[in-house]
């Protein structure tokens, strides 16, 4: 399948490969979804808040998990992530961090 870079098609595409690759980590995909969703722009608005809710529903589909820490006070660090300033195992650290089980 031809997927053009750069654009959201891509992106997700990217994500199910990754997901394919690291299944046994949720939090691995997780912080590649903040990555991939973060530093791009693919929105003219809400591209933070989208790679949150994004990374958010990866965790929690793959491992029954939420990321645990306010939005208000993640926003720092998600803007770091935007600006390319963590590589991926510190955001996967930082995930494990700041997440914790749903108890249903």
Known sequence: MFVMKGGLAYTIH??????EKNKDSPERIAAFVYL???TKHHFMDGNKRAAHFAAQTFLFLYSHKRISIEYEKAVPYIIEIAANKHPLKEIEQWIKEN???IKI
Do not use: T, V
Not at 14 to 19: A, E, H, R, T, V
């Open 36 to 38: 991939e969703f973060a």
């Open 14 to 19: 990217q994500i199910i490969n990754f997901k």
């Open 99 to 101: 997440s914790e089980i």
